[in-house]
T-cell receptor
Framework: GQNIDQPTEMTATEGAIVQINCTYQTSGFNGLFWYQQHAGEAPTFLSYNVLDGLEEKGRFSSFLSRSKGYSYLLLKELQMKDSASYLCAVRDEGKLIFGQGTTLQVKP | GAGVSQSPSNKVTEKGKDVELRCDPISGHTALYWYRQSLGQGLEFLIYFQGNSAPDKSGLPSDRFSAERTGGSVSTLTIQRTQQEDSAVYLC?????????????FGPGTRLTVL
């Protein structure tokens, strides 16, 4: 079967660091994506990992361990505009299999 | 350049009616995907098209759902005899190809409400 788990909600303080975890069990694996989705808007691409290790992109980093079926998204120097849902998705052949998403609230 | 566009942005229909949702992918993208997002739920894969290959329909929830892609560009998702549980945001995405790293870019979605 296909199963992707993320925490439902997280809260963090402006300027802090937050880590959003994602665990997966899927029949296929062609890479793992993180998307950001603000309320009422389309998901926008954040990061892609296919090999084990850390990918850094500005304030955002994403980590993958294929043997553990585990990824995390790290957000540094949090800003109020980072309040959004963060979606973990595994690529299985062409399609993306999404988790339920993690709603992050950044407080002043 | 232009992103993925979808129409209509909102659609309200009565139970039992048929609806058509349209997606215009990014120019040059060979792969096109349909997902839906119910309230408070994650994105659910429906169907994808890649070039001239047969579409992957494995996510369509019932035979009331169908999709076509004409001329390798525009796609239409049709829902026949709509039910209240079909109410959701229907999102279309496109990508250059279906290789692992080919990013899927999403359109703004069509919010479907079935009364």
């Amino acid at each position: 079967g296909q199963n992707i788990d993320q925490p439902t909600e997280m809260t963090a303080t402006e300027g802090a660091i937050v880590q959003i975890n994602c665990t997966y069990q899927t029949s296929g694996f062609n890479g793992l994506f993180w998307y950001q989705q603000h309320a009422g808007e389309a998901p926008t691409f954040l990061s892609y990992n296919v090999l084990d290790g850390l990918e850094e992109k500005g304030r955002f980093s994403s980590f993958l361990s294929r043997s553990k079926g585990y990824s995390y998204l790290l957000l540094k120097e949090l800003q109020m505009k980072d309040s959004a849902s963060y979606l973990c998705a595994v690529r299985d052949e062409g399609k993306l299999i999404f988790g339920q998403g993690t709603t992050l609230q950044v407080k002043p | 350049g232009a992103g993925v566009s979808q129409s209509p942005s909102n659609k309200v229909t009565e139970k039992g009616k048929d609806v058509e949702l349209r997606c215009d992918p990014i120019s040059g993208h060979t792969a096109l995907y349909w997902y839906r997002q119910s309230l408070g739920q994650g994105l659910e894969f429906l169907i994808y098209f890649q070039g001239n290959s047969a579409p992957d329909k494995s996510g369509l929830p019932s035979d009331r759902f169908s999709a076509e892609r004409t001329g390798g560009s525009v796609s239409t998702l049709t829902i026949q005899r709509t039910q209240q549980e079909d109410s959701a945001v229907y999102l279309c995405a496109s990508s250059l190809g279906t290789s692992g790293g080919d990013t899927q870019y999403f359109g703004p979605g069509t919010r479907l409400t079935v009364l």
